[in-house]
């Protein structure tokens, strides 16, 4: 009898995924490694360390929230099939990416691997994520899962590598790959390239885009956050991660509108 661990990219998803007929186990990932630092030899102390300054999030938090999911993947001997269901956006990919290398660097045999990651859905033509889907739309996916091989997380975990090295050179040296059956992981990376400061001012494109809605005299930050979801919904960034930027804006002196919440 077939056994499966689904792995869903955050609480928004298993909202509606708890009320479909799929079976199995679930491990909802929580973390947002696309934001923050990360390490190849150090990364939860890393993350957790990050977690906690940047969104106030405690040891315990962390650990109970996040690293208690991820301990998951070390145990998937009862299971035959394990199931990524993700998203086209860079907040997705990176994660996505992380999970696949920790897959490739297990010890032992691994279940069955399939991933659902759809970049757009009928009849949602401002689609956005798994979590704008309903328990009947989420089961409508099942049948257009792709089955990943070694050679596919082998690619993950060397994407991953470059990913942590942050170098954008070699990042566009790697753009030039075939990325087989992980498409949208390339336009993700595209997009992360433009978060690399850029002349003469250092800003990045996220930091250029928000000062552009902010100075089109937005100043009300939901519809900041609106605009910007509407232009760049490839980033996945929800309105925690772009409120830390506008205040690392503000405090670089590049806000002087006083911005309402």
Same mark, same amino acid.
């Given at each position: 009898?077939?056994?499966?661990?689904?792995?869903?990219?955050?609480?928004?998803?298993?909202?509606?995924?708890?009320?479909?007929?799929?079976?199995?186990?679930?491990?909802?990932?929580?973390?947002?490694?696309?934001?923050?630092?990360?390490?190849?030899?150090?990364?939860?102390?890393?993350?957790?360390?990050?977690?906690?300054?940047?969104?106030?999030?405690?040891?315990?938090?962390?650990?109970?929230?996040?690293?208690?999911?991820?301990?998951?993947?070390?145990?998937?001997?009862?299971?035959?099939?394990?199931?990524?269901?993700?998203?086209?956006?860079?907040?997705?990919?990176?994660?996505?990416?992380?999970? $696949?290398? @920790?897959?490739?660097? #297990?010890?032992?045999?691994? !279940?069955? %691997? /399939?991933?659902?990651?759809?970049?757009?859905?009928?009849?949602?033509?401002?689609?956005?994520g798994l979590g704008?889907?309903?328990?009947?739309?989420?089961?409508?996916?099942?049948?257009?899962?792709?089955?990943l091989h070694q050679s596919d997380l082998?690619?993950?975990?060397?994407?991953?590598?470059?990913?942590?090295?942050?170098?954008?050179?070699?990042?566009?040296?790697?753009?030039?790959?075939?990325?087989?059956?992980?498409?949208?992981?390339?336009?993700?990376?595209?997009?992360?390239?433009?978060?690399?400061?850029?002349?003469?001012?250092?800003?990045?494109?996220?930091?250029?885009?928000? $000062?552009? @809605?902010?100075?089109? #005299?937005?100043?009300?930050? !939901?519809? %900041? /956050?609106?605009?910007?979801?509407?232009?760049?919904?490839?980033?996945?960034?929800?309105?925690?991660?772009?409120?830390?930027?506008?205040?690392?804006?503000?405090?670089?002196?590049?806000?002087?509108?006083?911005?309402?919440?």
């Amino acid at each position: 009898m077939n056994k499966t661990l689904h792995i869903l990219n955050g609480d928004a998803t298993w909202h509606s995924f708890k009320q479909t007929a799929l079976t199995g186990d679930v491990l909802v990932w929580r973390e947002i490694l696309s934001e923050g630092p990360v390490s190849t030899t150090e990364l939860w102390p890393t993350r957790a360390k990050w977690i906690s300054e940047t969104y106030g999030e405690n040891t315990t938090g962390y650990q109970q929230k996040v690293l208690a999911e991820i301990e998951k993947l070390n145990h998937l001997g009862p299971y035959n099939e394990l199931v990524l269901w993700f998203e086209y956006d860079l907040l997705c990919q990176i994660n996505l990416i992380c999970i $696949l290398n @920790i897959l490739h660097e #297990s010890i032992g045999q691994l !279940p069955s %691997i /399939y991933l659902i990651c759809p970049d757009h859905f009928d009849g949602m033509p401002n689609f956005k994520g798994l979590g704008e889907l309903n328990p009947e739309q989420l089961t409508s996916l099942w049948p257009s899962r792709t089955k990943l091989h070694q050679s596919d997380l082998t690619f993950a975990s060397e994407a991953w590598q470059c990913y942590v090295e942050n170098n954008p050179k070699q990042l566009e040296n790697f753009l030039h790959r075939d990325f087989g059956q992980l498409p949208l992981l390339k336009k993700a990376l595209q997009a992360h390239l433009l978060r690399f400061p850029q002349a003469p001012d250092g800003l990045n494109h996220i930091e250029k885009t928000l $000062l552009e @809605i902010v100075d089109s #005299s937005k100043h009300a930050k !939901p519809a %900041i /956050y609106q605009a910007f979801w509407e232009k760049e919904p490839i980033y996945g960034l929800a309105d925690l991660q772009l409120e830390h930027i506008l205040n690392q804006l503000q405090s670089k002196g590049k806000i002087t509108a006083t911005l309402t919440p």
